[in-house]
């Protein structure tokens, strides 16, 4: 078989988020998220885990850091635990929490790692939520307290930076199903709190541009392609809705101040909480934009089911699956990649998150996790497909660079090119992270030539 096509000007790295590798819950002035509430809740996680330990991360990073140096990482995606940083319900800082990620962004640029900070990866301070989350507007203010004090603490190192993390997955299960923190549900909850996310990531992301000399700025949306079921016209138009709902709801009002309700009625109930210059204020020129996709969804139209009136197709038989039985669809990627490719006001795209989880066995030190090498191996060849074919997509994530704590499911569902065992948080390199290091490897020797 021929080489890839390796181009040289892109980036490889892996992606982790606070709340699932960090632990150390309450250590150092630490408060609680409302993940750490959430998982005190009867029946909401998986076998009742938590992250209070989850990987030890923050006690073990140096450890960590050199491991990502072995894969020979060129970059690494981390998020900020807010309540490290900002612990009460007031302006006092938490001067351990601001040391540790100091600590941890020193240690990455020694080591020749391009740090990508993504500043809300759901772990929202419990006092905020005490005041009503994400549905209260005056959130945005603290949002923009927050931003500005992370970028004044790191902005002189950090230059690469993602506000939030699939704002319609922590907005859809946490605020309107109630299956994630903070278990909100209902429309009101779902609506107002999407729109005052979009309100806080253009004035997060402004704040950074005016601190920061020199920022990136982007964001990162969840995509999942989607396709009629047949080629019918209801079919059509269910896919056409999922794709509205999982795909652009969070991305069109940016590029254009408009929410796309116009195929898909019910997205209308989110112009009660607009107010006069909203939409405006939503816009942003982004740097990049960040996809993290994992597997595609056959969609079918269904009048029985209300509201969204579609049903999801079951995986083919026969289809490749992950633990998460998400159906393998390498070419899942590509197809979102040219879709989000024909935005003209899209500059530039990571994949920001990527990969897959499996039941994987420890066996004499070793996990030969073939299946994932064959996961990454036939994502990336479709990025870059999409990339030699002209959309402007410069770097790919492995989620996740460990097994952590998979939020509802606990741990049960492992992702990590690095093994976690937790029961003596020894780490081991998994053969998909030294295949991933050797590919990386590769790359740079193409660059040689
Ligand atoms: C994404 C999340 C990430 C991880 C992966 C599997 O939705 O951003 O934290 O849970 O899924």
Known sequence: ????????????????????IEGAHNADGKTDSVWDTFTRRRRKIRNRENGNIACDHYNRMPEDVALMQRLGLQAYRFSLAWTRILPHNTSALNAKGIDFYNRLIDRLLAAGIRPFMTLYHWDLPQYLEDQGGWTNRDIVGRFEE????????????VKDFI???????????????????????GFKSFFSSSHHVLLA?????????????????GTTISATAAYAATNTIPDRAAARRFDTFYNTFYLEPVLTGKYPTEHFPVLKKIERHIRPGDMEKIRYDFDFWGLNTYTRKRVKHSRFIPYIRWRELKNPVGAK??????????????DLLKKYATYESIKKIYITENGAAFHDQLVAGRVADTYRIEYLKEYTAQVLRAKAEGVPVAGYFAWSLFDNFEWAEGYHARFGLIYVDYLTQRRYIKDSGYWYR????????????
């Open 163 to 185: 506000v939030f993390n699939e704002p319609m997955i922590f907005l859809s299960l946490g605020y309107l199903l109630g299956i994630h923190a903070p278990g909100r549900r």
């Open 201 to 217: 990531q253009a004035a997060g992301a402004a704040v950074l541009r005016s601190e920061v000399a020199g920022a990136q700025v």
């Open 438 to 449: 050797d590919f990386i490897k590769s790359v740079w020797q193409q660059k040689a030539v």
């Open 1 to 20: 078989m021929s080489a890839p096509y390796l181009p040289s000007d892109f980036l490889w790295g892996a992606a982790t988020s606070a709340y699932q």
């Open 321 to 334: 699956e992950t633990a998460m039985r998400w159906e393998i669809y390498p070419e899942g990627i590509y």
């Open 146 to 157: 927050f931003v500005s004090v992370s970028a004044k603490a790191f902005g002189d190192r």
